[in-house]
T-cell receptor, first 113, second 111 residues
Framework: DAGVIQSPRHEVTEMGQEVTLRCKPISGHDYLFWYRQTMMRGLELLIYFNNNVPIDDSGMPEDRFSAKMPNASFSTLKIQPSEPRDSAVYFC???????????FGQGTRLTVV | EDQVTQSPEALRLQEGESSSLNCSYTVSGLRGLFWYRQDPGKGPEFLFTLYSAGEEKEKERLKATLTKKESFLHITAPKPEDSATYLCAVQGGSTLGRLYFGRGTQLTVWP
């Protein structure tokens, strides 16, 4: 397996624009996580899914953020409208079970100007 | 509310100088403690999982241990290629599946 695949690797957008980040988890993994990493706050969990169903979205900062998982092999994280403070590295991770290790993608570096 | 605290924030070692990184946690009902390594510009890479106090795991120059309140990552005779940020994460508490990450220890090993 190629691991968790995220796209794009880098995204630069203007404030107010819609941004969509994409993730393909490892095949067979039942859990999918979206994290955000900044120097100030470190790694923060935004939302996670189990069998394509959102379980905990308490980390989503505002209504401008939304995430979907239409099937077991694809998830999106959307920010609309984007703001400069959303600039960060966004990671997607997947794991095969509840108490098992998560495997991370390479991340998407988002810059909102 | 900090649930995972890592120390030190940064550590510089000379090649061959052994040391330990600390991860203390306060989450109730620990289900697992995870160590990751992160290189600049990359995602965290899984190293170890520990589930119960007294458990130990080893991989090359790294050894992870777990007590009821903290975990240590021991690095024996480090090499420059061990330079990275080491992250600790715990799973537990009231929300199943959620991982709480520490801020990490940035390790630099110089030759």
């Amino acid at each position: 397996d190629a691991g968790v695949i995220q796209s794009p690797r880098h995204e630069v957008t203007e404030m107010g624009q819609e941004v969509t980040l994409r993730c393909k988890p490892i095949s067979g993994h039942d859990y999918l996580f979206w994290y955000r990493q900044t120097m100030m706050r470190g790694l923060e969990l935004l939302i996670y899914f189990n069998n394509n169903v959102p379980i905990d979205d308490s980390g989503m900062p505002e209504d401008r953020f939304s995430a979907k998982m239409p099937n077991a092999s694809f998830s999106t994280l959307k920010i609309q409208p984007s703001e400069p403070r959303d600039s960060a590295v966004y990671f997607c991770a997947s794991s095969p079970g509840m108490n098992t290790e998560a495997f991370f993608g390479q991340g998407t570096r988002l810059t909102v100007v | 509310e900090d649930q995972v605290t890592q120390s030190p924030e940064a550590l510089r070692l000379q090649e061959g100088e052994s040391s330990s990184l600390n991860c203390s946690y306060t989450v109730s009902g620990l289900r697992g403690l995870f160590w990751y390594r992160q290189d600049p510009g990359k995602g965290p890479e899984f190293l170890f999982t520990l589930y119960s106090a007294g458990e130990e795991k080893e991989k090359e120059r790294l050894k992870a241990t777990l007590t009821k309140k903290e975990s240590f990552l021991h690095i024996t005779a480090p090499k420059p290629e061990d330079s990275a940020t080491y992250l600790c994460a715990v799973q537990g508490g009231s929300t199943l599946g959620r991982l709480y990450f520490g801020r990490g220890t940035q390790l630099t090993v110089w030759p």
